[in-house]
């Protein structure tokens, strides 16, 4: 199994397809131990865990992207335009890299979005304060 800066660095692609084979895996781990002759039920556990990595990874990269997206200033840039966004971990500044282009593959936005920040308020204080700030910075390609 590859830690979490491995999966990271991974496309989409190789994400989905891990996730698909560890998912047939834990089908076939649980359908041998019912039928009793599953030995090794430690790996039931080691499935699940890098089932729950990749997913995790899989929605940090939407979630930063779907955040990108709701910056009015990014909004107006992609709207009525067919685009595509990818999303990488940078970890020089602890934030997901979001870039987005057409289908021509020609640059229209890019943003930093920090998905760690801290978020233990109340929901009264959450209304009185706002929700904080996820996006860093942003730039629109001219």
Do not use: C
């Not at 041998?32 to 599953?38: E, N, T, Y």
């Not at 990014?74 to 966004?85: D, N, P, R, T």
């Not at 229209?108 to 009264?124: C, P, T």
């Amino acid at each position: 199994m590859a830690n979490i800066v491995e999966l990271r660095e991974m496309s989409d692609e190789k994400l989905e397809e891990m996730l698909e084979n560890a998912r047939e895996e834990i089908f076939n781990l649980r359908f041998r131990k019912a039928s009793g002759q599953l030995e090794d039920y430690s790996r039931l556990k080691e499935a699940r865990r890098e089932i729950a990595q990749v997913e995790t990874v899989l929605h940090m990269r939407q979630l930063a992207i779907d955040t990108a997206v709701s910056e009015p200033a990014i909004a107006s840039v992609l709207a009525g335009k067919e685009w595509e966004a990818s999303a990488a971990f940078d970890y020089e500044e602890s934030a997901w890299q979001v870039e987005f282009a057409d289908e021509d593959g020609n640059d229209l936005a890019s943003a930093a979005v920090n998905l760690n920040k801290k978020q233990n308020l109340s929901k009264r204080q959450e209304k009185q304060k706002g929700r904080p700030k996820l996006l860093i910075s942003y730039e629109i390609a001219e």
